[in-house]
């Protein structure tokens, strides 16, 4: 039996410019993380046909690559780009170099993260004045606060670092300190554009109940209770309600659509707080 060895031919023509590009000292990455799913170098130059371009290694710290064929000349940009599972960048890192005699041969580059914007719509209860909003990526947390003047809602959201499915726990808080909207939602994050679509936050107060004075027959039902949309232990429950009770006057017609039309109501609203209970009769 004979062993079988390969062995690589060394180019001494064209040794390559080896890249190395150092992660943030500052970035601190979670068990499982996606964030590089893969790293790619591209070099141009005014002078070059064609873009020299190739993926790196990452090994611990430092992702690392040999680009053959950069010739001598000035102006010489390399620019280094990491991506997620979803090809969204997350790490970048870019310098410009002169190479005369094959010199530099090594070049050095620290990635930075970039960031994007997210957009927050909505139209919030009136009692909301603070809205917290918490950025979760990878083991990393942002927290942004906003005083509410308008209800009407329209926020941009800066410096949020780019990548998949970006965190967002929100808090809509009251004059007294309570949580009257909670949302948590995730979002893609990139640089070169806003997060896709605006991210509508969805009050759970007030949340409406509906009181049904009438069944499907339009006959009367007697001391009719609130209709619950959620029990506790449900995601966004509230125990506080808003009420809104009308009061249509006679006459009236219903049409097959199930259009009501010839008649006026008198309307009133109230707060209140309606926890569900388990029915004693049901035991």
Same mark, same amino acid.
């Given at each position: 039996? /004979?062993?079988?060895?390969? !062995? ?5 023509? &064209? ?21 590089? =799913? ?8 005014? &002078? ?17 690559? #040999?680009?053959?064929?950069?010739? &001598?000349?000035?102006? %010489? ?13 997350? /790490? ?14 090594? /070049?050095?580059?620290?990635?930075? *993260?970039?960031?994007?914007? @997210? ?17 979760? @990526? ?13 209800? %009407? /809602? ?16 929100? *808090?809509?808080?009251?004059? &007294? ?23 509508? #936050? ?8 509906? #009181? ?8 009367? @039902? ?18 506080? %309600? ?5 009061? @249509? ?17 008198? !309307? !009133?609203?109230?707060? *209140? ?7 004693? =009769?049901?035991?």
């Amino acid at each position: 039996m /004979l062993p079988l060895v390969a !062995c690589g031919i060394l180019d001494r023509d &064209d040794p390559g410019l080896e890249l190395i590009a150092t992660l943030p000292t500052d970035l601190t990455i979670g068990p499982g993380t996606q964030l590089f =799913a893969e790293v790619r170098y591209t070099i141009t130059a005014a &002078d070059l046909k064609a873009p020299i371009t190739g993926t790196m290694n990452l090994v611990g710290e430092r992702a690392r690559a #040999i680009a053959r064929g950069v010739p &001598d000349g000035l102006d %010489r940009r390399v620019h280094i780009e990491v991506f997620d599972h979803n090809r969204i960048r997350t /790490l970048a890192a870019s310098d410009t170099i002169d190479i005369e005699d094959r010199v530099p041969s090594v /070049l050095f580059l620290r990635l930075v *993260r970039p960031t994007g914007e @997210v957009e927050l719509t909505s139209v919030l209860p009136p009692e909301i004045v603070n809205l917290s909003v918490r950025v979760v @990526v990878d083991v990393d947390t942002l927290i942004f606060d906003h005083e509410i003047e308008d209800p %009407r /809602l329209h926020e941009l959201i800066g410096r949020i670092p780019t990548g998949t499915g970006v965190r967002l726990l929100m *808090r809509g808080h009251d004059a &007294d300190g309570s949580v009257l909207v909670s949302e948590d939602v995730r979002t893609d994050v990139r640089d070169d554009l806003l997060a896709a679509g605006a991210v509508a #936050i969805t009050a759970n107060f007030p949340d409406y109940v509906p #009181i049904v004075a009438v069944d499907r027959r339009g006959d009367r @039902v007697i001391r009719q209770l609130p209709i619950f949309g959620e029990i506790p232990g449900d995601p966004g429950y509230n125990d506080l %309600r808003q009420v809104i009770e009308v009061r @249509v006057l006679m006459p009236w017609v219903s049409t097959m659509a199930g259009i009501v039309t010839g008649w006026s109501a008198t !309307c !009133c609203s109230r707060t *209140r707080k309606a926890a569900p209970l388990p029915s004693l =009769a049901a035991s």
